[in-house]
């Protein structure tokens, strides 16, 4: 017996011509969950940091988050568009948004961070990490309402149909849930609980890449792999997976650094 998921309108509410939708909303927690987190983190004795700097941390990560996000998706699953209509990269409202290039554009916020404010690239890192999962999370939630990214068809008990002709009305993994929960609920625990004692410079982000980029593998074994793309490599693995492994192995070397000689 399948769950059946209603189609929902994609618009949370309007007010006027402003349409808010449900996937914004995903990113204004996010970030909203992030200021929290990090006046947390701030005030924590020694943290080194000051409440009064989130403002502009957090909107250089925005941003880097949002225009990562598309670039990264052009780059990656799009790629034939982005060469032959550039121009398509500005239209972020219309969808497309990428994890691994909304990491990489987070990175580039936090190099530039640290480059105004004289700390180190890892310094930022370490301290912005523990603030990502819960908006990793809350991003996948709002996947899961547009019906988009489903998983694979499956007869678990728990399979989901997705009111969407694009997904052929049959019983599929609920993927955005499994990611919303390791990414997001678990990852945030795992970070939140080992920042909370001093560790060594890169620790925290080393922690990161690695589960992170461990989540996201393992759950591709469960998403639909996307129709444009299929599999990339191997006859098995998706283009997620294939981003996901640079990930796990930077993740096991920076550890590495962290504590050699320990």
């Not at 972020?92 to 916020?109: D, R, T, Y």
């Not at 370490?126 to 996947?143: K, Q, S």
């Not at 004692?197 to 591709?220: N, Q």
């Not at 997976?241 to 993740?251: F, K, T, V």
Request: with cysteine; charged share 10%; net charge positive.
């Amino acid at each position: 017996m399948s769950i059946y998921l209603p189609q929902i309108d994609p618009v949370a509410f309007a007010v006027g011509p402003l349409q808010v939708r449900w996937y914004g909303l995903m990113y204004l927690f996010g970030f909203l969950a992030a200021w929290l987190l990090g006046s947390l983190r701030a005030k924590r004795s020694g943290s080194g940091w000051n409440p009064q700097e989130l403002p502009d941390l957090i909107t250089f990560c925005a941003l880097g988050v949002l225009l990562g996000a598309r670039l990264g998706y052009m780059l990656f699953y799009d790629f034939t568009t982005f060469v032959t209509q550039p121009l398509e990269t500005l239209k972020i409202w219309q969808g497309g948004m990428s994890f691994h290039g909304g990491l990489l554009g987070v990175l580039v916020a936090s190099w530039y961070f640290a480059w105004r404010t004289g700390r180190s690239f890892f310094q930022v890192t370490d301290f912005v990490a523990p603030l990502v999962p819960l908006g990793l999370g809350a991003g996948r939630i709002g996947n899961f309402l547009n019906g988009e990214l489903w998983g694979r068809v499956t007869d678990v008990p728990w399979a989901m149909v997705f009111a969407n002709p694009a997904a052929g009305f049959l019983p599929r993994h609920p993927s955005q849930l499994y990611q919303a929960f390791l990414e997001g609920l678990v990852l945030f625990i795992i970070l939140w609980v080992f920042s909370a004692r001093p560790r060594p410079i890169m620790a925290v982000s080393g922690l990161f890449s690695f589960c992170c980029g461990l989540f996201r593998f393992t759950v591709e074994f469960f998403r639909e792999p996307d129709a444009h793309l299929g599999f990339v490599a191997l006859g098995w693995m998706s283009m997620g997976q294939a981003l996901s492994l640079p990930m796990i192995a930077l993740g096991l070397y920076l550890l590495g650094l962290a504590y050699r000689g320990r």
